[in-house]
Nanobody
Framework: QVQLVESGGGLVQPGGSLRLSCTAS????????MVWYRQAPGKERELVAR???????NYADSVKGRFTISRDNAKNTVYLQMNNLKPEDTAVYYC?????WGQGTQVTVSS
């Protein structure tokens, strides 16, 4: 089992940027896809971005061109760079891998 710890959330104005990090408790080099999800109040949890062990990425249509997922296997860490943030990006963001969830980090986009 892998423990996942997210960080980097916070309050940002519309148009601003944040970078989320998800650090795994052990090497993720051989682990398959790492995924970022988010859940806004009253809404279903939705996939935001995914990166495979080979570096192939996928994004939700709502974040394409604004968010970038990347991974640093040497640091056991996956990142989510979020640019041009919008109020509708407000949610708790979760890191996921192979049945393991992080505790989530709150992102609030508001003026």
């Amino acid at each position: 089992q892998v423990q996942l710890v997210e960080s980097g959330g916070g309050l940002v104005q519309p148009g601003g940027s944040l970078r989320l990090s998800c650090t795994a408790s052990r090497s993720i080099f051989s682990i398959n896809a790492m995924v970022w999800y988010r859940q806004a109040p009253g809404k279903e949890r939705e996939l935001v971005a995914r990166i495979t062990s080979r570096g192939t990425t996928n994004y939700a249509d709502s974040v394409k061109g604004r968010f970038t997922i990347s991974r640093d296997n040497a640091k056991n860490t996956v990142y989510l760079q979020m640019n041009n943030l919008k109020p509708e990006d407000t949610a708790v963001y979760y890191c996921y891998n192979s049945g393991n969830w992080g505790q989530g980090t709150q992102v609030t986009v508001s003026s």
